[in-house]
């Protein structure tokens, strides 16, 4: 029971990068803050070169200097994820600067904070578009 349950707890640890992601090159959306940021900081910590990807331009530069600062590789892109030619640019961007795109990670999101029945016609179709 005890090493079932220091596995357990283990498999939560922190553990020292392993640069499993060296040579990769990994997309992130929604990586100027939040969840989209520590995912952007870990693939970075893990030898990935990282497209930091946001529709807010000055987070997504703030996330990509805070990689190349701890020695990593990342360029930053203003990307609004429901407009299709900003997506097609930050792949072109990502290819040109990195050669590839072995990871996507779809996390930019937005949604009104407001109950399903309160939001509008237009915040319904803005939701659905930034999300799927
Ligand atoms: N926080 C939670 O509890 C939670 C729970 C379940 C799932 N999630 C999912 O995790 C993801 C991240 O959540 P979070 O809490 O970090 O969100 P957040 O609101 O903190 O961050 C979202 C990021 O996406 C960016 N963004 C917003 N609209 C954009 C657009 N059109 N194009 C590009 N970027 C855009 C924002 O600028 C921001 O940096 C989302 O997909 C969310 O649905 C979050």
Redesign the pocket.
């Known amino acids: 029971m005890k090493a079932f349950i220091e596995t357990f707890l283990n498999s939560f640890a922190v553990s020292p990068s392993t640069m499993r992601f060296e040579n990769k090159a990994i997309i992130v959306?929604?990586?100027?803050?939040?969840?989209?940021?520590e995912i952007a900081l870990s693939f970075g910590r893990e030898g990935g070169k990282v497209t930091v990807?946001?529709?807010?331009v000055e987070?997504a530069e703030k996330v990509a200097g805070e990689i190349k600062s701890a020695g990593g590789e990342a360029i930053a892109v203003k990307?609004?994820?429901?407009n299709d030619s900003e997506v097609e640019e930050m792949v072109k961007k990502t290819l040109d600067e990195f050669g590839s795109v072995d990871v996507l990670v779809n996390?930019?999101?937005?949604w009104p904070v407001k109950y399903f029945v309160q939001q509008t016609q237009e915040e319904c179709d803005k939701k659905i578009k930034?999300?799927y």
């Open positions: 959306t929604g990586a100027g803050s939040g969840i989209g940021r990807s946001d529709i807010i987070s990307t609004d994820v429901a996390n930019a999101a937005w930034i999300i």
